[in-house]
């Protein structure tokens, strides 16, 4: 069975549009996994949007399974990460005026300074992945930093309207998926997935694990995170033929 994890940072999109306390991140982290979810993913970016640093800290302590966080390669991060200690640490890009992230890491302009970062993470026990495009020298090069695992970034596959278009994209993240996994890495996915177009990249055969919030969110605001959550898990149950 492939493994979800739910992104909750879209829950504190909603509570910091008032300041306020409600809804509560960590709430919905605990009714993900009620409903199956096997791991948390926040995304604490630069500029505080969403998820706040005590989430981080309520998050750690009160949810059951693993924390995933998504972070920019910068040492404030870097120190939040050693402080917290997730399970897994994913380096994301991350400009101040996009509204989500826009594509994969340029892991080839950055090798050394990635690999600086994993060896700080590596000190504090926590596991070091890098969310790329699907580009076999991205890959190529996450494996030479060191990483454990990539997240591929599925977002071009998602925002596809023409049919044989976004089946050459699903083309690219296949051969992408079986050479990360020929170089021994871990292959996850995420971004932009829902229940309508998640079948054909949960089928994938070297996908261990799927990132997926906006969707699920958007989805609970209607039916319930516990709801939202169990839908998800039933369209990749399905594309795994299970």
């Known amino acids: 069975m492939i493994r979800l ?3 909750v940072d879209h829950v504190a999109t909603l509570r910091q549009a008032r300041r ?3 809804p509560d991140p960590l709430e919905a982290a605990l009714l ?14 630069e500029d505080r949007r969403h998820i706040q640093d005590h989430d981080l800290e309520r998050l750690k302590a009160g949810i059951q399974g693993p924390l995933n966080l998504e972070m920019a390669a910068v040492q404030e991060m870097v120190e939040i990460a050693q ?12 400009k101040r005026e996009e509204i989500t992230t826009e ?15 994993r060896l700080q993470l590596v000190q504090a026990r926590v596991l070091f992945s890098l969310f790329v495009d699907p580009d076999i020298a991205q890959i190529e090069a996450a494996f030479r930093t060191g990483a454990r695992s990539i997240e591929l ?3 071009g596959y998602s925002e596809c309207r023409d049919i044989e278009e976004r089946d050459a994209v699903l083309e690219k ?6 050479r990360a996994r020929e170089l021994g890495l871990r292959v996850f996915a995420g971004h932009g997935l829902t229940v309508d177009n998640v079948g054909p990249i949960a089928a994938i055969a070297e996908l ?20 939202a959550v169990r839908e998800m898990l039933e369209a990749i149950r399905r594309a795994r033929g299970q």
């Open 83 to 94: 402080k917290i200690r997730p399970y897994q640490v994913s380096l994301v890009p991350e």
């Open 173 to 178: 993240l296949r051969e992408a998926a079986r």
């Open 153 to 155: 970034n599925t977002g």
């Open 5 to 7: 994890y739910v992104n």
């Open 208 to 227: 261990e694990e799927l990132n997926i919030g906006h969707h699920i969110v958007s989805r609970a605001v209607l039916v319930g995170m516990e709801q």
């Open 103 to 117: 594509g994969g890491l340029d892991v080839l302009a950055q090798e050394t300074h990635l690999n600086e970062v």
């Open 32 to 45: 993900a996994e009620r409903a199956g979810a096997h791991g948390i993913t926040v995304h604490l970016r």
């Open 20 to 22: 306020t306390t409600e």
